[in-house]
């Protein structure tokens, strides 16, 4: 959903949603902040700070799902659960590309992402409960935005979540989920 009507949304409404994303599941290095930006001046700022996506300022209300991001994997000794997962999951190549990054906010940014697309997730289902529409919009200049919310280095902005009353009936996803499932192994 990319249009929104200027209908405020109810507070009780907002804490409700703040309230699922931070009931959403999450490892034991994932915390969360949520910002929520009603301010039209702070919108316009992050709207600018988006890659196509200037539409935002006219949600109502902008979650802003932020991640803690003090871990550096590269402190992490060989062998251990991190590297092993990390490896498991990407590969050693990439694992030692991450750790020679010499940007360590962007592979700690880059690593802890996960969870709070899945608080965001959260989100956008109590919003969809109440009547509302939202998206998620991670194609965004996280250091602007991070500088516009005044966020501390160890906290990053993730993505953003515009949340309103829609003003446009959204396109239906057709799914054929005889294409899309399968069970225990693929082509069987």
């Not at 702070?42 to 802003?64: G, L, Q, S």
């Amino acid at each position: 959903m990319r249009k929104f009507k200027p209908d405020a949304i109810p507070e009780e409404i907002i804490a409700e949603i703040l309230h699922a994303a931070n009931t959403a599941p999450c490892t034991d290095t994932c915390n969360y902040y949520f910002g929520v930006i009603q301010d039209s001046q702070v919108k316009h700022a992050i709207a600018e700070a988006t890659v196509y996506a200037n539409w935002v300022e006219h949600a109502p209300v902008i979650f802003v799902c932020c991640g803690l991001i003090d871990a550096d994997m590269q402190d992490a000794a060989d062998g251990s659960y991190v590297l092993q997962g990390l490896t498991g999951r990407y590969s050693e190549e990439i694992v030692a590309a991450l750790k020679a990054a010499k940007d360590r906010k962007a592979v700690k940014t880059l690593l802890q992402a996960t969870p709070v697309y899945i608080a965001a997730q959260h989100m956008i289902l109590t919003a969809v409960a109440h009547g509302l529409r939202g998206c998620l919009v991670d194609f965004i200049h996280l250091e602007q935005i991070n500088q516009i919310l005044g966020l501390p280095d160890h906290i990053t902005c993730q993505l953003l979540v515009p949340v309103g009353y829609p003003d446009e009936t959204p396109r239906p996803i057709k799914v054929n989920e005889k294409d899309n499932v399968f069970f225990d192994r693929w082509g069987e």
